[in-house]
């Protein structure tokens, strides 16, 4: 079971990362407290797992990310653990700039799960 220390940890790591390209990312609500330790993704999603996830998203698709635009959505989908996690972008101002939040709305482990989303970005 991820516990919530584990996932403030987990966002700043990649947020760390992201920093100087003017990106971040941020777990929603939903995705916390209502999808991430769902007995439903069997097996149960392990911290390490999404680490995994989100190191290769920032080695192969950080460029693709940076050419999102305001209110783009898109999806990242692990080939290996099968775990899904639709997302949305926010580009706001911050101190003069421009900054990109994306948004990962929900977390499942569904290997055959159907995005809507025509932007996916394979780990």
Same mark, same amino acid.
């Given at each position: +079971?991820?516990?919530?220390?584990?996932?403030?940890?987990?966002?700043?790591?990649?947020?760390?990362?992201?920093?100087?390209?003017?990106?971040?990312?941020? !777990?929603?609500?939903?995705?916390?407290?209502?999808?991430?330790?769902?007995?439903?993704?069997?097996?149960?999603?392990?911290?390490?797992? $999404?680490?995994?996830?989100?190191?290769? $998203?920032?080695? !192969?698709? $950080?460029? &693709?990310?940076?050419? $999102?635009?305001?209110?783009? &959505?898109?999806?990242?989908?692990?080939?290996? &653990?099968?775990?899904? +996690?639709?997302?949305?972008?926010?580009?706001?101002?911050?101190?003069?700039?421009?900054?990109?939040?994306?948004?990962?709305?929900?977390?499942?482990?569904?290997?055959?799960?159907? &995005?809507?989303?025509?932007?996916?970005?394979?780990?």
């Amino acid at each position: +079971m991820i516990t919530p220390a584990q996932i403030t940890a987990l966002e700043s790591s990649v947020n760390e990362i992201l920093r100087r390209h003017n990106m971040s990312f941020k !777990l929603s609500k939903h995705f916390v407290k209502d999808r991430m330790n769902d007995s439903r993704n069997n097996p149960l999603i392990m911290i390490a797992e $999404l680490n995994s996830i989100f190191n290769r $998203l920032t080695a !192969l698709h $950080l460029e &693709s990310l940076k050419k $999102l635009k305001h209110h783009d &959505s898109f999806n990242i989908r692990c080939t290996v &653990s099968h775990i899904n +996690m639709p997302c949305a972008v926010n580009k706001v101002q911050v101190d003069g700039g421009e900054h990109q939040e994306n948004i990962v709305i929900t977390v499942m482990r569904k290997k055959d799960w159907k &995005s809507k989303d025509p932007k996916e970005f394979l780990v």
